[in-house]
């Protein structure tokens, strides 16, 4: 049974900080790449951060690019979204998704095999 578990979401004040985590089961996680991806009702949902299986690449969205660290520890099956300055638009519901990549040619492709998370809310509020 394939699971993401999102755990450490909650309220912040502007200008503070928060960890995302993300734990995995039931896949084979060291063949995925693995995301998070925020959601606000009414708007589309927006990519945060990426970073692939082995190589350990990553991608920022640009709300995230000098404020947000994703990492993966693949022994623990686990990825986490660090979050410092966060601001009220980082007001959303953040989801963790993983996608299957095949490394050839000198680049990860993607099989099309993907999985999300429940989500997990985070608010930032005076």
């Known amino acids: 049974q394939v699971q993401l578990e999102e755990s450490g979401g909650g309220m912040v004040q502007p200008g503070g900080s928060l960890s995302l985590s993300c734990v995995a089961s039931?896949?084979?996680?060291?063949?995925?790449?693995m995301s998070w991806i925020r959601q606000t009702p009414g708007k589309p949902r927006e990519l945060v951060a990426k970073?692939?299986?082995?190589?350990?690449?990553?991608e920022y969205g640009n709300p995230a690019k000098g404020r947000f660290t994703i990492s993966r520890d693949n022994a623990k099956n686990t990825i986490t979204l660090q979050m410092n300055y966060l601001k009220p638009d980082d007001t959303a519901a953040y989801y963790c998704?993983?996608?299957?990549?095949?490394?050839?040619?000198?680049?990860?492709?993607?099989?099309?095999?993907?999985?999300w998370g429940q989500g997990t809310q985070v608010t930032v509020s005076p």
């Open positions: 998704f993983a996608a299957e990549v095949k490394y050839y040619s000198g680049r990860y492709h993607y099989t099309g095999l993907e999985y």
């Open positions: 039931g896949f084979p996680f060291m063949n995925y790449a």
């Open positions: 970073i692939t299986p082995s190589i350990g690449d990553v």
